[in-house]
T-cell receptor, first 113, second 113 residues
Framework: QKEVEQDPGPLSVPEGAIVSLNCTYS??????FMWYRQYSRKGPELLMY????GNKEDGRFTAQVDKSSKYISLFIRDSQPSDSATYLC?????????????FGRGTSLIVHP | KAGVTQTPRYLIKTRGQQVTLSCSPI?????VSWYQQTPGQGLQFLFE???????NKGNFPGRFSGRQFSNSRSEMNVSTLELGDSALYLC????????????FGEGSRLTVL
């Protein structure tokens, strides 16, 4: 079993839909949680960065962390065709441990007009 | 500010050959990490360099090596190429090790025939 599990999809939704992307993990030492977006033929770019449990909102994007369930989510409201990309979750331990992030495989999202 | 630059963007090699990939980090960034991305395994950490020293290494065979120069530019080398080395190799830079955000280049896509 991989340390971080993420359904590769693809996830296909109509424009305007609310999208939910999820990851589960097994290492309870993870404290920092990130979501990266990767467009085709591009490198990943950071979307959201959160510490410990709770919610964080940035425009149409909301990141949610539930450490008790070892489950993180990224919600996209009013999805647009320009949101079509692969979304990778990543997580790492706090300082003192290995700060190298562990990535999920990524979920391919397709938003059709 | 220029982003992370990786060269070459695409290359084709045959089994048994070796390859060298280059990465120029964002100006002022002194930490450089390398990742291998494949559809089956996702993004896997290769190694991290800071101040010309390898600080962390992933679980890859010794055929994979790297180095960092005094201007923070980095190279990675793969010797005795195997078919399974076909992948997108991504370089990421950050101001220092353990920084929150990784800034990725567009990658070097290696095909081994």
């Amino acid at each position: 079993q991989k340390e971080v599990e993420q359904d590769p999809g693809p996830l296909s939704v109509p424009e305007g839909a609310i999208v939910s992307l999820n990851c589960t993990y097994s290492n309870s030492a993870f404290q920092y949680f990130m979501w990266y977006r990767q467009y085709s033929r591009k490198g990943p770019e950071l979307l959201m960065y959160t510490y410990s449990s709770g919610n964080k909102e940035d425009g149409r994007f909301t990141a949610q962390v539930d450490k008790s369930s070892k489950y993180i989510s990224l919600f996209i409201r009013d999805s647009q065709p320009s949101d079509s990309a692969t979304y990778l979750c990543a997580m790492k331990t706090a300082s003192g441990g290995s700060y190298i992030p562990t990535f999920g495989r990524g979920t391919s999202l397709i938003v059709h007009p | 500010k220029a982003g992370v630059t990786q060269t070459p963007r695409y290359l084709i090699k045959t089994r048994g050959q070796q390859v060298t990939l280059s990465c120029s980090p964002i100006s002022g960034h002194r930490s450089v990490s390398w990742y291998q991305q494949t559809p089956g395994q996702g993004l896997q950490f290769l190694f991290e360099y800071f101040s010309e020293t390898q600080r962390n290494k992933g679980n890859f065979p010794g055929r994979f090596s790297g180095r960092q120069f005094s201007n923070s530019r980095s190279e990675m080398n793969v010797s005795t190429l195997e078919l399974g080395d076909s992948a997108l190799y991504l370089c990421a830079s950050s101001p220092q090790p353990g920084a929150g955000e990784l800034f990725f280049g567009e990658g070097s896509r290696l095909t081994v025939l």
